[in-house]
């Protein structure tokens, strides 16, 4: 979450604290704690990243929001996609990119 939030509060996003706040209390209200899965990533160009994909598996999470070149690019790790900011926010908050994107075009 604190990830989510350093990244929202960029300047990319410009969004208010209000819509900060909205944004964190939705994520928070699907996220659950998490416990480490142990498995082997083969294709893992970066170890330090293991722990990411551990608890995600463990924890069977939806997603895998990140903008580390290193996990985009495995796309996937078993049926959980590993997406950008942006891909995450097309697939589950279209309304919130649209705006943005329309007020970044002024």
């Known amino acids: 979450l604190q990830e989510i939030e350093r990244t929202l509060r960029g300047p990319d996003f410009g969004l208010s604290d209000r819509e900060m706040g909205r944004i964190l209390r939705d994520v928070m209200s699907y996220t659950r704690p998490g416990r480490r899965y142990r498995i082997d990533f083969p294709a ?17 999470a939806d997603y895998i929001v990140s903008g580390d070149g290193d996990l985009t690019s495995l796309e996937r790790v ?29």
């Open 78 to 106: 078993r049926r959980i996609p590993i997406l950008t900011a942006r891909k995450f926010f097309q697939a589950e908050y279209p309304l919130i990119l649209n705006a943005y994107e329309s007020g970044a075009d002024k």
């Open 44 to 60: 893992l160009r970066d170890p330090r990243d293991r722990h990411i994909l551990e608890l995600a598996v463990g924890s069977k």
